[in-house]
């Protein structure tokens, strides 16, 4: 299957600090997707991104699907306690097809 | 309006057994997708139904088989359980497009 490396691994930094990751992958999506998850609870999606260069923003969050259709960035601005948790990033091949999920980011936001 | 629901929340089965999970979709929704997500790992892809039939099947072997009902709501069933099938198993929702794509808050398996 498509493997999707989500890089880092794991973040710890201070409440109101900004935030970075990214998602790349060895084949082309045409639709990328940024999800957030709970400890016990379901992904919740934060951005869906449908075309290359695409920047779409949701309050803090801002991520865009990147040019060469590779790759996919997520960037939190002004972090709050309430952003701790695993993002994950999800991208599909075609239209209609399933999605493949990275290995995730967990973030600590420390007050 | 409500999201993806799924049952049972946690499920204890003992090995070789089989179970059945249970996924409603979002309104308006027509496709129903099924993940396994192991701890510490992203979901990774069981199958997608649509129209009643299978449309997609990732790695997984013919234990794990699923259905799909008119009103659209769908169940994942495995059989013959073995300890490695202990997970979260989320349902997604969607357009056949995989617009909206939203998941419910998943049932945790474990198979002792």
């Known amino acids: 299957g498509q493997q999707l490396n989500q890089s880092p691994q794991s973040m710890f930094i201070q409440e109101g600090e900004d935030v970075s990751m990214n998602c790349t992958s060895s084949s082309i999506f045409n639709t990328w997707l940024w999800y957030k998850q709970d400890p016990g609870e379901g992904p919740v999606l934060l951005i869906a991104l449908y075309k290359a260069g695409e920047l779409t923003s949701n309050g803090r969050l801002t991520a865009q699907f990147g040019i060469t259709r590779k790759d996919s960035f997520l960037n939190i601005s002004a972090s709050i306690p309430s952003d701790v948790g695993i993002y994950f990033c999800?991208?599909?091949?075609?239209?209609?097809?399933?999605?493949?999920f990275g290995t995730g980011t967990s973030l600590t936001v420390i007050p | 309006d409500a999201g993806v629901t799924q049952s049972p929340t946690h499920l204890i089965k003992t090995r070789g057994q089989q179970v059945t999970l249970r996924c409603s979709p979002k309104s308006g929704h027509d496709t129903v997708s099924w993940y396994q997500q192991a701890l510490g790992q992203g979901p990774q892809f069981i199958f997608q139904y649509y129209e009643e039939e299978e449309r997609q099947r990732g790695n997984f072997p013919d234990r794990f088989s699923g259905h799909q009902f008119p009103n659209y709501s769908s169940e994942l069933n495995v059989n013959a359980l073995l300890l490695g099938d202990s997970a979260l198993y989320l349902c997604a929702s969607s357009l056949l497009t995989g617009y909206g794509y939203t998941f419910g808050s998943g049932t945790r398996l474990t198979v002792v």
């Open positions: 999800a991208g599909q091949l075609n239209t209609g097809n399933q999605f493949y």
